[in-house]
Nanobody, 120 residues
């Protein structure tokens, strides 16, 4: 059984910062990649950022230069540092990962989501 648990969402004013965390637990051999997605009201889910175990990163154009994804491989935890937040960043943010178990089974797992609201 694998679980991804997010934390760190909340309400912040435009221009402010938030840091999201997501910890994977359970029967895990590797988590590669780990990623953040978001779904804004009335919009489709979109990839925000992803990071591999080797540290390669990928960002949506809309967050480049403002958001930074990082991970702690030993803890199977991924972070999303969000700076210069804008109202259009308001969304439910989801952590996701492709997980390989010690028995070499692979699956895609999702967290429950954490709300980020950017508003004055």
């Amino acid at each position: 059984q694998v679980q991804l648990v997010e934390s760190g969402g909340g309400l912040v004013q435009p221009g402010g910062s938030l840091r999201l965390s997501c910890a994977a637990s359970g029967s895990i051999f590797s988590t590669n990649p780990m990623a953040w997605y978001r779904r804004a009201p009335g919009k489709q889910r979109e990839l925000v950022a992803a990071v591999t175990t080797g540290g390669n990163t990928n960002y949506a154009d809309s967050v480049k230069g403002r958001f930074t994804i990082s991970r702690d491989n030993a803890k199977n935890t991924v972070y999303l540092q969000m700076n210069s937040l804008k109202p259009e960043d308001t969304a439910v943010y989801y952590c996701a990962s492709t997980v390989r178990t010690p028995l070499n089974l692979r699956g895609d797992y999702w967290g429950q989501g954490t709300q980020v609201t950017v508003s004055s």
